[in-house]
């Protein structure tokens, strides 16, 4: 059996700004407007990478960390948002040095800014052989 909330969203409907503050916070990483990331992110706002198991904790945090990074931000892009209410999910492809990365931000807001994030990253890998005649091929996201 699976356990889940529903989440009630709130009061006032900030939908039509969020995916554009989504694209704005992923921007400003990409490009070191990381002041951006104050107006962007609540004070206390949490960001989650489950596989490596790490947790980062406040606007200040977030920002040190991504300030820090060696050698710049990795070069990506993103693929779509989509979203209702407070929960919306970005799909982003990425170039980390020579390999290509696959990456969904979940994002949950609290008013107009973003509150939490829960990022999943995956690398590039081949197809199995054993499946080969149950699939049909697509080109590499770029």
């Known amino acids: 059996m699976t356990d889940f909330a529903i989440q009630p969203a709130s009061g006032q409907d900030f939908s039509p700004q969020r995916g554009e503050t989504i694209g704005r916070f992923f921007a400003a990483i990409q490009g070191g407007d990381y002041a951006v990331l104050h107006d962007i992110l609540t004070p206390d706002a949490i960001t989650r990478w489950p596989q490596s198991g790490e947790r980062i904790t406040g606007a200040m945090a977030c920002v040190r960390v991504h300030e820090s990074y060696p050698g710049g931000p990795p070069n990506y892009r993103v693929l779509r948002i989509a979203g209702q209410g ?57």
């Open 86 to 142: 407070d929960l919306w999910v970005a799909e982003l492809v990425g170039d980390y040095g020579k390999e290509r990365w696959y990456a969904v931000s979940v994002v949950e807001f609290e008013g107009s800014r973003i509150a939490r994030m829960t990022d999943y990253f995956g690398p590039s890998l081949p197809a199995p052989e054993w499946r080969q005649d149950l699939v049909e091929r697509e080109s590499p996201l770029s």
